[in-house]
């Protein structure tokens, strides 16, 4: 296997030539100032341009490809320290200096996606998370932030935006890095009806783990079908892109739940959905926006437990 190496600093260029017709994937080492990165695998942290380039015109095009890699690097080695989440006894951020800020929830899968997106792009110096505690929440997020009150939302420019896909696609076009969205007009015109499934899906999937559906197999066979369409890697339209990451927080969360409370396995009989969990679960942006899967099953848990309890009690009032 080819190895290069490169200094630890998200601006290094790769000035080696990558000799492999492989896929790569860079992996930081902590042991000493120096990153490997091992060819083959890239692909799943590798934008759609890039990808492209570097499998077809190996030996690469050094300063295309080169700014992918840094890119994808920085996503990498960053290894953030996380803030402490903010609640009602906290003191609000100095709104509209000037900061970019991402308002999540640690614990919320649309607020994820777009932590995902800076995170893949290497925007970590960029764009300020402040994480929110939606259980306690800050009464000046309401008033001074976001007037919807919910995660996420975007601090940029001197304005406050929401609505996690439409985010995404906003970090994507308004940022540095690697290009998350293809330019080819079919793959577009496909991610816009992925994007669009992504409410259906997660609507029934859920009424399942409510107890109110039937198994929400048609929905995992429509997203089995979708990763069958481009066959020139695992992800939805081929390369890794912004549709991956609006699925990836879902699927995260309805995996493991489905698997150890309705003993429902997602990945039986398919193939493509197993291949891409096991590439997304490669992509360091990815994993340093996860939570351990049984802390996500036990807020499923109580979530539906808290529903179910609600539609128990709204049922004895309108009975008494
Ligand atoms: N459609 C919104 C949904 C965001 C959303 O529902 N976020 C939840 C947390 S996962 C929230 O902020 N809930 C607080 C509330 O509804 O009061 C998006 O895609 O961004």
């Not at 600093?9 to 790769?14: D, E, G, L, N």
């Given at each position: 296997m080819a190895t290069l190496s490169l200094s630890n600093?998200?601006?290094?260029?790769?000035s080696s030539r990558l000799t492999s017709s492989l896929s790569f994937s860079f992996s930081p080492s902590l042991s000493s100032k120096k990153n490997i990165i091992r060819l083959p695998q890239l692909q799943a942290n590798l934008c759609f341009n890039c990808y492209n380039n570097a499998i077809s015109s190996l030996p690469v095009k050094k300063s295309r490809v080169s700014t992918c890699i840094s890119a994808t690097m920085a996503a990498n080695v960053v290894q953030e320290v996380l803030p402490p989440a903010l609640d009602s006894t906290s003191d609000p951020p100095a709104?509209?200096?000037?900061t970019t800020r991402l308002y999540i929830s640690y614990t919320c899968p649309f607020a994820q996606r777009v932590w995902i997106t800076r995170n893949c792009k290497g925007l970590q110096e960029k764009i300020k998370l402040v994480p929110i505690d939606l259980k306690n929440r800050p009464d000046w997020y309401k008033e001074?932030?976001?007037?919807?009150?919910?995660?996420p939302s975007l601090e940029h420019n001197n304005e406050v935006k929401g609505e996690s896909l439409d985010l995404i696609k906003y970090v994507d076009s308004h940022f540095?890095?690697?290009?998350?969205?293809?330019?080819?007009p079919t793959k577009k015109e496909f991610a816009e009806e992925l994007f669009a499934y992504t409410d259906t899906f997660s609507k029934s999937v859920v009424s399942f783990m409510k107890g109110d559906g039937n198994e929400p197999g048609a929905a995992f066979d429509h997203i089995e079908t979708a990763l069958s369409k481009?066959?020139?890697?695992?992800?939805f339209l081929g390369q890794f892109s912004l549709v991956d990451i609006a699925y990836a927080p879902f699927i995260e969360r309805f995996q493991p739940f489905l698997l150890e409370v309705?003993?429902?396995?997602?990945t039986a009989g398919r193939p493509k959905l197993a291949a891409w969990i096991e590439e997304m679960n490669k992509n360091e942006a990815f994993n340093q926006t996860r939570r351990d899967p049984k802390e996500l099953v036990e807020i499923y848990k109580q979530r539906l437990r808290l529903i179910s309890e609600l539609w128990v009690f709204q049922s004895h009032r309108s009975t008494s």
């Open positions: 600093t998200p601006s290094t260029s790769v709104v509209f200096d000037g001074k932030v976001y007037p919807a009150n919910k995660v540095e890095g690697p290009s998350l969205f293809p330019d080819d481009f066959n020139e890697g695992p992800f309705k003993k429902y396995d997602i």
